[in-house]
């Protein structure tokens, strides 16, 4: 489903992916795990197109194509997914109104019927109410005033509602408090199938334990520099990232 | 030479030295107050001019190009508009109103509805007034909006032919608000009109003004309102105006309002219209305990021009005000904000905020903002803030990552960012038409752009 391969990223002239090779394929979760500094989020953003990230070398096929030709919009409508680490507050545009428009968006896209107002507060509110969020929140502007854990549990509202592909979810678990891990959890596991493909980026194996998954790789300055089973994240947890030969916490 | 200091400061304007002609045309020409009212204002306005960009407070609002159009007064007696022509410029009103419809500047009573008035309301055309009851007129008109220093109030008195006498009598409150509609109609020659709006609101009483100022077709015309606003001690005023002239108007309009102990004033101005557009308020917070509130909205494209320029004047000791404008301002339009707050010696706690925000959608986009604090009380709280933007890219990326496209994206964060000041009008329906106009304002955009 998602192929990367040798790819080479700068951001202001400094060069933060080196060569990066990944495949993840249909139906499996892979997690992403690395020190701070590593190059996951520039990933993560790279993947879903922002912009300011200048592509040296290498590149990325998903589903077939080439996934960096193509529009973050664009993307997202192919089933792109992106639970960003830190998601974006934004002020005077209601959360309700901002869900409803992505979701049309997307689902116009797919040649699936637009959902008119009252359909679509029904499946917001079973989606919510699965993860917690309040009513009241629907109706405060977007991701503005929520505490660190509401935004993401908003993330993963938006991606239960925008059912993906491939889901790319940046440190979705730091923030939030154990009992939601679980309920955020089980929202993310709910989307597994076979068509779909999830990458999960996390620093702790607890969120592991919740999300289990298929493979396991280690990014350092840019680079997969191991790949394993979910043992691998186990081992990392005891020994750190020295005791695979990394230097610790090595953000630059 | 003696005049080239005063020359550089005004701008001729052949228009006014015409005066003489128009006069004996000119409504309440019999009446000695009045008369003399007008004389000493044309030679107010012929001593001070059209005010140059040399005047620190039209620095940034240049008149020039108003100055050479072949303005005349309007001769309206054959302009045909039917209540259609005025309703396909309005959204629909969405509740009761006392109406009145003013075609470049003069009243139509076949377009208006006024209604039944509760005992002692009164709410009347100014021509109308100047006919059947001058002796009510007198002591209000012109008292508020003082000729002082004000070349265009000046020339307002000097070519007044029509507007509106509102009266609130004690402790009324009228539920319904009034809506004066002014249209706009330029012709074969640029007409310019000048109407007065004076407004009482006696003790306790309340009072809702809204003014909608639309144009018909694409020609030059030349609006000047000018308003003036007395609340007494408790009374409370809304004053409502959007501002969507014709793209070849000028529309320069001045309000001035004066609030007694316990009364408050608010006030809201959405300006889209115009080619060339100023809004210019003055409040004096004059009694213990008054407060106004002022706020505004503009969205200007192409080469449109805005100026909100606001002067409040803490008199007394006790008195708040706030003031929050905000604006967009895309491709070459320019936009203006002075915010002046004087607080007067022994004007002890006095509350003035004042906040202006822009976003600049294109690079030949300005804006220019002055906030002026100027206090001469110590124990005061004051603040102004001024910030002027672009659209975030992060806030655009987001939105996008979800499937919106970037024009939609770029829509939702410009009404997010014009919806905000929705939520401090305290009167729904004009909320609800704030919110269409921005909405209408970003599907044309949307609609040029393709
Ligand atoms: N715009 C930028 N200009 C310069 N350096 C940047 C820019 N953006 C990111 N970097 C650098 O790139 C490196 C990788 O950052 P990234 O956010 O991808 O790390 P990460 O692996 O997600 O770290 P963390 O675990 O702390 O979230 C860091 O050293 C960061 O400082
Ligand atoms: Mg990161």
Known sequence: MLEIKNLRVVVDDKEILKGLDLTVPAGEVHAIMGPNGSGKSTLSYVLAGRDGYEVRDGGVTYLGKDLLAIMPEQRAREGVFLAFQYPVEIPGVGSATFLKTAVNAVRKHRGEKEFDALEFLKLVRAKREALGISEEMMRRPLNVGFSGGEKKRNE?????????????????????????????????????????????????????????????????????????????ALELEQNGYGGIGLQAGAAV | MATSRKQERSIPLAYAERYREFAPALPGADLPWLKNLRQEAIARFSALGLPSPRVEAWKYTNLSTLAKQPFVPVDDADIAVSPADVAALLPPEDGPSYRMVFVNGRLRPELSAVGELPPNVRICGLAQALTDEPAQLEPHLGRVAALNGHALVALNTAFMEDGCLIQVPRDEALEAPIHLIFLGRPGATPPAYHPRIVVIAE?????????????AGQGVYWSNPVTEIRAEPGAVVGHYKFQDEGPGAYHIARTDVALAAGSRYESFVMAVGAGLSRNEIRVALGGEGADCRLFGGYMMRGRQHVDNTTRIDHLVPGCTSRETYKGVLDNRSRGVFQGQIVVHKGAQKSDGRQLSRTLLLSREAEIDTKPELEIYADDVTCSHGAAVGELDDDQLFYLRTRGIDEAAARGLLIEGFMGELADEIGFARVRDRMLATVSAWLSERREEAA
């Not at chain 1, 990458?199 to 997969?224: A, K």
């Not at chain 2, 003790?203 to 144009?215: D, K, M, N, P, Y």
């Open chain 1, 156 to 232: 993963i509202l938006q991606m239960s509602l925008l059912e993906p592909r491939l889901a790319i979810l940046d440190e979705t678990d730091s923030g939030l408090d154990i009992d939601a891990l679980k309920v955020v959890a089980d929202g993310v596991n709910a989307l597994r199938r076979e068509d779909r493909a999830i990458v999960v980026i996390t620093h702790y194996q607890r969120w592991l334990d919740y999300i289990v998954p298929d493979s396991v790789h280690v990014l350092s300055e840019g680079r997969v520099v191991r790949s394993g089973g979910k043992e691998l």
């Open chain 2, 203 to 215: 003790l306790g009483s309340r009072v809702t003004l809204i003014e909608s100022h639309v144009g």
